[in-house]
């Protein structure tokens, strides 16, 4: 049986449902600290002076640390290298860390945190990142407060705008959103005589390795870092945790204790990163026929007090400006900005979905305005195979955007007038979107993974990867990669626990990137150990090693087939490769800073949503019924795990389209609880029909692209498109909350 596309259940889920794995509030280990961070109640304001006087001697704390204790570099690294781990003379975001506490129990540091007495000068503050690109602003970083720039020049866009019969022009706004992970920031730090040893809830141990190595002054090989379960992620524990890693380890570096750092829910929504708020202004012209012939998009981002992430987010923003469609005449200029709230960075989707929901609520309205049905006027501009981009990449492999649109049309295309009646209003909306799979030009040097295999004696496999697994079956998926190639059983296959002491560095755990890069890396692997065990079963069937077939635990030939236990037995007795290391780059990209030209990806995701909402004319109130979501992501390796990334995608999108929305006030988050940050529960989820077109990608493991950020990002325009459809009310600032829908229709009475 080719246990490819099959539902086979995951790794993890036994440890999951019994309750055994272990999460890092799990762990205890002697004589071990407590740690709490002093953070900043200023949105920007000068440190004058930190008087710990009165709590360095109270009962059960044993030390407190400020950035004169850090004994190497007082950064966390990321990107452009700018945020301290501790505030040195300055804060610029309320939550900034400035002191690390540490006690003998969590009540001791708790108290001890609101007697320390920091001695301020406040500073103006900048919040709104537009008025922070101004000249006569607060500035915070650089002589503009932007972070990052960057630009897409293709064609003429004012020749272009002259030849169309219709121009739109509009500008969008999206809200901050929570990751919500259900499982907090956390991390133990435990000193060992040569090496500092971390554990934690993380995507990417190799970047914590880098932080904590730098801020403690060690190198690389004395700083071992292991994931433990982790409790969600999308995206908030990418660059984050190095952070926290490193808070930790600096105080069990400098008490030679162990040191448990774990974050409070609201200090976790007070002070860790966001998706950023967006600013979109965007501009549209089409010619009478119903071609795309120009836009112009000025797109800005609230990139916070630090840059983290942002230059990166930005970039794939920018690639994605235009979304999936032709256009001859092409102008973006995107910006990340500086202002004094909490700092935003990686989140599902990587700057896409506040792009695409400005994308296609134009798309839906330059239909509307052609009188042309939006399936159709899509159909007439997206991308296909032999198209270039508006980078001028020229697709030639794996997109089916048509084929996903033409499928979801026929599911869920179709709503009765009659439907809509009194009060209640029914709608339909569709949405396209794509996403270029991994790092691309923006990351490129980061586009590699390594991958270990080892065949034992019984014909067990053991196999390691840097990627890490957070829920998204990562483990399951490479797994049944690992096992089809070798041809062994899926049961007898085993990943080796995350830690870079003994996994390769295959790179973060982000962009869609794992299944393709670490299932070649794999791949590479299995090879020669692949070949020891079809030489030496073909010697054991008789016959040449190009004709033995390896499945399901056995070697065969015609009718003839053996265990592949008793050929591993014989490899060993050969002292043939059993054990192998595969290590994989990335496909080519490019690009052109000035003119935003070039290649920016090798492959691209694509899908379309459609949804049917209800929206109550009384309150407000929208209830998606149902969304259909159809994806190309290549050959599906495990249909049962992509549709629990599809559902979850979903209703992740439904909150950033309906609920999510963050109350921040002068700089400071007001709901930081789950009690007052609105999330969808299951109540909200509507009826998801998840649909794969599969067109395999010749480059990627048994022909599989990516799926992880795909399903989130064109859920939101679906949904606002559809309220548009049953209301005639167009979103432009998300989410939609009933309030805004309800001004909207008190401005609109009597239309209805």
Known sequence: ??????????????????????????????????????????????????????????KGIVTILTYKDIPGVNVVPVVLMDQPLLAEKEVRYIGEPIALIAGEDKEATEDASHEIKVEYEELKPIFDPVLAMKRNSPK????????????????????????????????????????????????????YEETMVIYGSMQCPFYVQDAVSKILGLPYNRVEVIQTATGGAFGGKEDVPSLVASQAALIAFKTRRPAKLI??????????????????????????????????????????????????????????AVGPY???????????????????????????????????????????????????????????????????????DSMELEKTLKKAAQIGWKIKKEESKDYIKRGIGVACNYYGVGLGAGGKHLSKAGAMVSVLGDGSVNFAVGTTEMGQGMETVLSQVAASELGIKYEKVSIVLTD?????????????????????????????????????????????????????GFAGFEKKRINLDDVVSECFKEKRIMSAQGWYKAPYTSWNKATGQGKPYFIYSTGTNIAKVEVNLLTGEVLVKKIVAVHDVGRVINPQTAAGQVEGGVLQGVGYALFEEMDSRDGKIQNTNFSTYILPTSKDSPQIVSVFVEDPYPEGPFGAKGLGEQPLIGVAPAITNAIFNATGIRVRDLPATPEKIILELDSRQGKF
Not at 19 to 30: E, H, W
Not at 533 to 547: E, R, V, Y
């Open 263 to 320: 974050y409070s829910r609201e200090e976790d929504i007070e002070s860790m990163s966001k998706r950023h708020p967006a600013v979109i202004h965007y501009k549209s012209g089409v010619t009478r026929d119903g071609h795309l012939n120009a836009v112009e998009v000025k797109y800005i981002l609230n990139a916070g007090a630090y840059s983290t992430l942002s230059p990166i987010v930005l970039w794939r923003g920018t690639v994605h």
């Open 1 to 58: 049986m080719n246990i490819i596309g099959k539902d086979i259940p995951r790794k993890d889920a036994e440890l999951k449902v019994t309750g055994r794995a272990k999460y890092i509030d799990d762990l205890t280990f002697p004589n071990m600290l407590y740690v709490k961070v002093l953070r900043s109640r200023f949105p920007h304001a000068m440190i004058k002076d930190i008087d710990i006087s009165r709590t360095k001697n109270n």
């Open 500 to 552: 870079t002491t003994r996994v390769p560095d295959s790179g973060p755990t982000v962009a869609s990137r794992a299944t393709v890069m670490s299932g070649n890396a794999l791949i590479k692997a299995c090879k020669p150990i692949k070949k020891s065990i079809t030489d030496i079963a073909a010697k054991m069937l008789g016959c040449a090693p190009s004709k033995v077939k390896l499945a399901n």
């Open 140 to 191: 915070i970083y650089g002589k503009d407060n932007v972070f990052s720039h960057h630009r897409i020049r293709r064609g003429n866009i004012k020749r272009g705008f002259n030849e169309c019969d219709i121009i739109i022009e509009h500008r969008y706004t999206t809200s901050y959103q929570e990751h919500a992970y259900i499982e907090t920031q956390g991390m133990i730090a435990v000193p």
């Open 326 to 396: 032709k256009c001859p005449n092409v102008k973006v200029d995107s910006y990340a900005t500086a202002t004094n709230t909490v700092p935003c960075g990686a989140f599902r989707g990587f700057g896409t979905p506040q792009i695409t929901f400005a994308v296609e609520s134009q798309m839906d309205e330059l239909a509307n305005k052609l009188n042309m049905d939006p399936i159709e006027f899509r159909l007439k501009n997206i991308l296909r195979k032999g198209d270039r981009t508006v980078t001028g990449h020229l697709i030639k």
